[in-house]
């Protein structure tokens, strides 16, 4: 027996010399790597083991050797959009990565109407895409629902290629976002989802970044948990985010804001903290366009208003954009309105024009800009109208005027070009103008180029109503 002792004690430090290379899931078979980028490759073998990573596009070999900690990196030059591709990692075993693409890379998150997919009620638009064949130009990287404590460096997932049973559990937003691109650009597009219904913007930020501000660890405190969604800061962060910092993308898309009507005048700084912790996490300023949330019956009148006029507010932080979705659905007590490919379009029209510097005009919806009096009229100026804006209908909805006394009347108005002026009989000398401010309104008012006026008010008076 003390002989076998010893052999076991002398054959053990050799299997170890042996241990396998290993790749995280988000390294794997199909993944789209960014284009014309230094991308990370990464994994996990023994102490001060030697990889050999050959790439198929240019036949060259480079190496690593693993740290200490059992770990290796290595950044490899990615060419020109382009593939399929194959990546060969090789040391005391062989993993060839095959249908390996290299195009666009976006990160894709929120909650439910980001979520929204083919077995959501009222799912209509993915339809005709389910009888294509498979499209390998686009693949999916669908991480499944999972939180940690701490932040995690491996999620349960693989990157597949859109067809028509990957395409039934994928975000439809993210889909025709990525069908878009694809389409203007002609490279691959990839696609990482990770959005889980009815979160918080909390769950999604790191928990030092919420705990290190005081008004938003504040705000936290005020979330209701709930048993189908993580409550906790940094939770869906730690386990859905946190693994795929190391990979190189171009940009993230992002649709939530309904799980925080019930702390909503922090929303601001809440999802501005979140965006500037992820792009300091992948150490890279990328694009981040974000959907306002649509018209719906919350339970306090003006919450989700409030948290549309949050959302306009973080386009101050540099390298955003966001889509207007006041015009969007017919029927106010359904949270997920069932079209997303007109979402999934204005996405790709911002990212095509900001990121990818393409010829695309009028992919902006109007923005308040400022107001005067003229003795009992109001004028009212826009951004990003410049073609003028339009009614459809026989008068403009949903506008509302107010004097010193702070009570709103339907308002008049006509439109000159781009600027609205507007004024009501019962008001005299007006101080305020309303349109779209409360959470189902659903106005009628347009750019030229189609795009619907975000919803604004002209005052700051606290509308929040006490529960």
Known sequence: MKKLACVLLFLLPVCFAFADVRLPAVIGNNMVLQ?????????????????FITTSWNNKTDSTVATRDAKWSIKIQTPAAGGPYSITIKSSNTITLTNVMIGEVWVCSGQ?????????????DIEPELKNPHNNNIHLFLIPRTTAQYPQEDCHAQWTVADSTTLKLFSEVAYFFAKKLNNNLNVPIGLIESSWGGTPAEVWTPEEAINSDVDLKESAHKLEPYKWWPFFSGYAYNGMIAPLINYNIAGAIWYQGEGNTSNANTYAQLLKTMIKSWRAAWRNDFPFYYVQIAPFTYDNNYNGAIIREQQ?????????????????????????????????????????AETYHQNITGYKSPLYKNMSVNNNKVVINFTDADKGLMVKGDHISQLYIAGKDSIF????????N????????????????????????????????????????????????KK
């Open 418 to 465: 781009n600027i609205l002026v507007v004024s009501s009989t019962n008001v005299d000398t007006p101080i305020a103008v309303r349109y779209e401010f409360s959470n189902a309104a659903v106005g009628n008012l347009f750019s030229k180029d189609g795009l619907p006026v975000a919803p604004f008010r002209t005052d700051d008076w606290n509308v929040i109503e």
């Open 312 to 352: 306009q507010k973080v386009l101050a932080l540099a390298n955003t954009g966001m889509v207007v979705t006041t015009d969007i659905t017919a029927d106010t007590t359904n949270i997920h309105p069932p079209d997303k490919l007109d979402v999934g379009n204005r996405l790709a029209n911002i990212a095509l």
């Open 112 to 124: 439910s109407n980001m979520e929204f997919h083919h077995f959501y009620q009222g799912s209509k």
């Open 409 to 416: 009347y339907l308002a008049d108005a006509k439109i000159e």
């Open 35 to 51: 284009q014309n980028s230094l991308v990370n490759l990464w994994g996990w073998s023994d102490v001060a083991e030697k990889i």
